[in-house]
């Protein structure tokens, strides 16, 4: 298989459990404050994973990899706490599709840079991508009227800011993958730790341990496998196939919960199957 169709297929993957892992995510953030969820996500498979390394007395890689891996899980779970912000702020369809297409565009501009321009197939791929991710991400109801610009800035940052941990973890995959993964998720949950601690949730602190689990297992397996994807191809492509991820959701969410994607979503989930085609040819 080419490259491009490796990272793709790997992507594709990834996609489908973080979708999952939005999904559990959501499900226990209905019954429990949605930081809580993430943060007992982030410390169990980090404590997983470090069972796992140590156990297995994997290696540790290069320094300037741990770093990159360090910076990335920090500075991706204060863009996440952003995030979360910003969609209690204001239209949450409006800055989830902001937020989605910058995570998508800053690896892409990035690696246009970096990598050199991409063939003209995976040029048009990727474009089908970024146009999938805003349709799947925008829902019918936001025109952004009433949505405070504060909100939009904080989508922005988030986009940003998870864009740039994409990249970070591109660039600290050369290092391998259980211990990059060990290190972003160690930092990772003293960002999330230092949130809470700044601003803790008001409702009761119960009821987020298994959904947080479950929800943190599958993050990490789609986290893996993007680190594989960027070892094996292209990081616009791993980017943008990953950053589908919201389709996974909104099929979990039709298949489980009867909530029904909207004719735009289910057309930005086509075009996504599209880019997906594109990308591994």
């Known amino acids: 298989m080419a490259p491009s169709g490796a990272a793709a297929g790997l992507g594709l993957i990834s996609a489908a459990t973080w979708g999952g892992s939005d999904f559990v995510g959501g499900v226990g953030a209905r019954r429990a404050p949605a930081m809580l969820v993430v943060v007992a996500g982030h410390a169990f498979s980090f404590l997983v994973l470090l069972a796992i390394c140590l156990g297995m007395r994997v290696a540790l890689p290069a320094p300037q990899f741990l770093f990159y891996a360090v910076v990335g899980g920090f500075e991706g779970s204060v863009a996440l706490a952003a995030f979360y912000r910003a969609l209690a702020m204001g239209a949450m369809g409006l800055t989830a599709a902001l937020t989605g ?3 998508a565009l800053v690896p892409v501009v990035f690696a246009l840079f970096h990598e050199g321009l991409p063939t003209p197939l995976t040029g048009l791929g990727l474009a089908t991508g ?3 991710i805003w349709l799947i991400t925008r829902s019918p109801a936001m025109k952004g009227a009433g949505t405070p610009p504060t909100a939009l800035l904080l989508g922005m940052l988030s ?9 970070l973890f591109k660039m600290a995959s050369g290092g ?3 211990w990059v993964m060990t290190s972003a998720r160690a930092a990772g949950v003293v960002a999330l730790f230092l949130v809470l601690a700044v601003k803790p949730p008001k409702a009761p602190w119960k009821g987020f341990w298994l959904t947080g689990f479950l929800a943190g ?3 990490t397996v789609g986290n893996l496998f993007y680190l594989k994807a960027t070892q094996v191809g292209r990081l616009d492509v791993a980017a943008v ?5 919201p389709g ?7 298949l489980v919960l009867r909530e029904w994607p909207t004719r735009r979503q289910m057309a930005g989930m086509a075009l996504a199957l599209a880019a997906v085609a594109l990308l591994s040819a």
């Open 101 to 103: 297409l910058l995570t």
């Open 130 to 132: 970024c146009v999938a």
């Open 159 to 167: 986009g940003l800011g998870f864009g740039t941990q994409l990249i």
């Open 176 to 178: 391998g993958i259980l």
């Open 217 to 219: 297992s599958l993050d």
């Open 241 to 245: 196939v990953c950053s589908l991820y």
């Open 248 to 254: 996974g959701t909104i099929l979990l969410a039709a």
